[in-house]
């Protein structure tokens, strides 16, 4: 038998020589390609990081003012409106009409008039609600701006000649200007349009009481005693 000598080939499979090869990484290498990277592209990481950074902090505040708006709820369902307003005051004018009526009726109720006007005009723009625009004539009356108030009250009786408290308020803003005859014309037509009305009547006879002995104040008695003889006015004028 003939010795059998190693030639550093592998004779139990094809014959071809084997070679194991490793492959030994560089840490340094892959940082520098890391960094390069970076450097590269460096304002895509700091636009990523500000977004993120905003992103984190609209989320902070949105939460607080949700946190706020639940304690102001809760203490508007209280009738506690000052503590309301303390809560909802530093977020502004809230865009979503369940918020925005609280804000308006708390600013209204704490006396706030600009902020309460300015929640009821955009209510108004959304709702267009005549008693919206009604407390909107109340609130430029309370602010002394009378020409508003005028436009406003003529606008609701424009769409609805039957709301008397819009007729009520026009007269007696013409009576604080001292304009007499604007007042009564209003009066006048307020029985005109509601000629069954015992509020219509008692405004027309209010407006000519200092005029007793005028035909119109003695008509606008007599029709108001015969639409309701026990009218609390018509007693108190001794009528």
Excluded: C
Excluded at 44 to 72: K, M, T, Y
Excluded at 135 to 144: E, H
């Amino acid at each position: 038998m003939e010795p059998t000598h190693r030639t550093g080939f592998d004779s139990s499979s094809s014959g071809q020589p084997t070679f194991e090869r490793q492959k030994q990484t560089n840490p340094s290498n892959k940082m520098k390609k890391i960094l390069k990277f970076v450097k590269r592209f460096w304002y895509v990481f700091v636009v990523v990081a500000i977004i993120a950074g905003v992103l984190i902090a609209w989320g902070v505040a949105s939460a607080r003012e949700d946190a706020a708006w639940r304690r102001a709820n809760d203490a508007f369902g209280k009738a506690d409106y000052e503590t309301a307003k303390k809560e909802i005051e530093g977020y502004g004018v809230p865009k979503e009409q369940d918020r925005l009526k609280v804000y308006a009726q708390t600013m209204l109720a704490t006396r706030t008039l600009d902020k309460a006007l300015t929640g009821y005009e955009n209510i108004y723009a959304v709702n267009k609600d005549q008693g919206t625009l009604l407390l909107l004539g109340n609130i430029y009356n309370q602010k002394g701006d009378y020409d508003k108030v005028i436009t406003n009250y003529k606008q609701i009786i424009s769409n609805n000649p039957g709301n008397l408290q819009a007729y009520v308020n026009l007269a007696t803003v013409y009576k604080l200007k001292s304009e007499q005859d604007k007042a009564i014309a209003t009066a006048k037509e307020a029985v005109e349009k509601n000629p069954k009305s015992a509020i219509a009547l008692e405004l027309l006879v209010s407006m000519l009481l200092e005029d007793k002995n005028s035909e119109d104040y003695k008509k606008a008695v007599e029709q108001l005693k015969a639409i309701n003889p026990e009218d609390p006015l018509l007693q108190a004028i001794n009528a």
